[in-house]
C-alpha cells in the first residue's frame, strides 16, 4: 500500500522556522523525484521545492529560495522541507509528491498539513 503521510505543520509566527516531514511507504523511494506544493486558500495548487532521486540537485519556486531547504533520507523513506524566515504568505497547505523516474506520469500525493503563519 503506498503512502505519503505530511508531518510537522502548524502555526508559527512571522520570522519563525518550521520542518515538514513526509514518509514514504509502498514503494522505493530512491527511484521517485520528491517535491512540495503548496496550496493557499483560494489559490492554485504551486510547485515550492523538489529534489532529484538520489539528492543530487534541488529546485526551488523563487518566493521561497534562500529561504526553505528540501532534503530526502532514502534510508529513512523521508523527505524534508525545512521553512526559516516564513512569512504570512506561506500560509497554506502542504503536500509532498512522489514522481516516478521510470514512468513519468506515475505519481503518489500526500493528504497535507497545514502551515499557518500570523502573529
Known amino acids: 500500500q503506498v503512502q505519503l503521510v505530511e508531518s510537522g505543520g502548524g502555526l508559527v509566527q512571522p520570522g519563525g522556522s518550521l520542518r515538514l516531514s513526509c514518509a514514504a511507504s509502498?514503494?522505493?523511494?530512491?527511484?521517485?523525484?520528491m517535491s512540495w506544493y503548496r496550496q493557499a486558500p483560494g489559490k492554485e495548487r504551486e510547485l515550492v521545492a523538489s529534489?532529484?532521486?538520489?539528492?543530487?540537485?534541488?529546485n526551488y519556486t523563487d518566493s521561497v529560495r534562500g529561504r526553505f531547504t528540501i532534503s530526502r533520507d532514502n534510508a529513512k523513506n523521508t523527505v524534508y522541507l525545512q521553512m526559516n524566515s516564513l512569512k504570512p504568505e506561506d500560509t497554506a497547505v502542504y503536500y509532498c509528491?512522489?514522481?516516478?523516474?521510470?514512468?513519468?506520469?506515475?505519481?503518489?500525493w500526500g493528504k497535507g498539513t497545514l502551515v499557518t503563519v500570523s502573529s
Open positions: 509528491m512522489a514522481r516516478s523516474k521510470y514512468v513519468y506520469t506515475l505519481t503518489y
Open positions: 529534489i532529484t532521486p538520489l539528492g543530487t540537485r534541488t
Open positions: 509502498g514503494f522505493t523511494v530512491s527511484s521517485y523525484a
